[in-house]
């Protein structure tokens, strides 16, 4: 069983990867418009923070986590607009160095966390070990839409196993939030990872299937790619059914991106 250390380690991998990069930007880069959303940069990147920060408050006071939530409800905006007005026009450069702050410090608060844990979240409670797994989940997803709108080619590495597994444990979960039912049981799931390991999940069944890429998989249940912008292999409705609509993220019900959307930019300059 992995242990919240290493997801913590993990968590940690996957800002010090992004980290460097941000590093790079310069003004029109922060401004870059991204296929997430129309977000820019700049709003991908306070996302980021502001949900970082939303996690360390749950941590410290579940109550104050509450009260900020009806907050953000009751404002009238959008969870990006609410953002902005939170971090008060902060952006750029400032705003690089004040996630990369507070995320150093959530790893701190979470690897010396009683691993029994329950944190005050979207819809149910989650425990400490699975709030981290979400981090990670999160910041490696978001952070695509970064990478597509600089054109860079991304390096992969074996801890989205992590996110592989969320993704896997919520084939169910993914119809009911749609209203409705699973059309069978889970698909048997193998994938290849980064490091050419196999891995697989679920009863062998030569009928109900998916196979192909982790890196992939893990995009389409995070919502970063259509499945026909990838090269899975799905065999059986209940993996067609599920990789059509497949979300591994808390919270209502969301489209994937349309085919051929959530592409890189042609703008491979910073490679």
Same mark, same amino acid.
């Given at each position: 069983?992995?242990?919240?250390?290493?997801?913590?380690?993990?968590?940690?991998?996957?800002?010090?990867? @992004?980290?460097?990069?941000?590093?790079?930007?310069?003004?029109?880069?922060? /401004?870059?418009?991204?296929?997430?959303?129309?977000?820019?940069?700049?709003?991908?990147?306070?996302?980021?923070?502001?949900?970082?920060?939303?996690?360390? =408050? /749950?941590?410290?006071?579940?109550?104050?986590?509450?009260?900020?939530?009806?907050?953000?409800?009751?404002?009238?905006?959008?969870?990006?607009?609410?953002?902005?007005?939170? @971090?008060?026009?902060?952006?750029?450069?400032?705003?690089?160095?004040?996630?990369?702050?507070?995320?150093?410090?959530?790893?701190?608060?979470?690897?010396?966390?009683?691993?029994?844990?329950?944190?005050?979240?979207?819809?149910?409670?989650?425990?400490?070990?699975?709030?981290?797994?979400?981090? @990670?989940?999160?910041?490696?997803?978001?952070?695509?839409?970064? !990478? *597509?709108?600089?054109?860079? =080619?991304?390096?992969?590495?074996?801890? +989205?196993?992590? +996110?592989?597994? +969320?993704?896997?444990?919520? !084939?169910?979960?993914?119809?009911?939030?749609?209203?409705? =039912?699973?059309?069978?049981?889970?698909?048997?799931? /193998?994938?290849?990872?980064?490091?050419?390991?196999?891995?697989?999940?679920?009863?062998?069944? *030569?009928?109900?299937?998916?196979?192909?890429?982790?890196?992939?998989?893990?995009? $389409? $249940?995070?919502?970063?790619?259509?499945?026909?912008?990838?090269?899975?292999?799905?065999?059986?409705?209940?993996?067609?059914?599920?990789?059509?609509?497949?979300?591994?993220?808390?919270?209502?019900?969301?489209?994937?991106?349309?085919?051929?959307?959530? $592409?890189?930019?042609?703008?491979?300059?910073?490679?």
């Amino acid at each position: 069983m992995t242990s919240l250390a290493n997801i913590v380690a993990d968590l940690r991998a996957e800002g010090d990867e @992004l980290y460097p990069l941000l590093l790079t930007l310069d003004k029109t880069d922060w /401004s870059r418009t991204t296929t997430f959303k129309s977000w820019t940069i700049n709003d991908v990147v306070a996302h980021l923070h502001f949900s970082d920060y939303l996690g360390v =408050t /749950s941590h410290r006071d579940g109550q104050s986590f509450n009260r900020l939530m009806a907050e953000i409800q009751n404002s009238g905006v959008t969870l990006a607009e609410f953002t902005r007005e939170w @971090l008060e026009g902060l952006s750029g450069a400032k705003l690089l160095e004040r996630w990369r702050g507070l995320f150093l410090d959530m790893c701190e608060l979470f690897i010396t966390s009683d691993p029994r844990l329950r944190l005050t979240w979207f819809g149910p409670d989650m425990s400490i070990q699975m709030f981290a797994t979400a981090r @990670l989940m999160e910041t490696w997803a978001h952070s695509w839409a970064i !990478y *597509d709108a600089l054109g860079i =080619t991304r390096k992969h590495n074996d801890r +989205i196993k992590h +996110i592989a597994t +969320i993704g896997v444990k919520t !084939y169910q979960w993914t119809f009911i939030n749609h209203g409705s =039912t699973p059309p069978g049981p889970p698909p048997h799931i /193998s994938l290849r990872a980064p490091s050419g390991e196999l891995w697989e999940w679920n009863t062998e069944q *030569d009928e109900n299937k998916i196979s192909g890429d982790a890196v992939e998989f893990c995009q $389409v $249940v995070t919502q970063v790619r259509n499945i026909a912008d990838t090269q899975l292999k799905l065999t059986g409705e209940s993996a067609r059914r599920w990789m059509a609509i497949a979300q591994c993220f808390a919270g209502p019900a969301e489209e994937p991106p349309a085919k051929g959307f959530r $592409v890189p930019s042609k703008e491979s300059n910073r490679n």
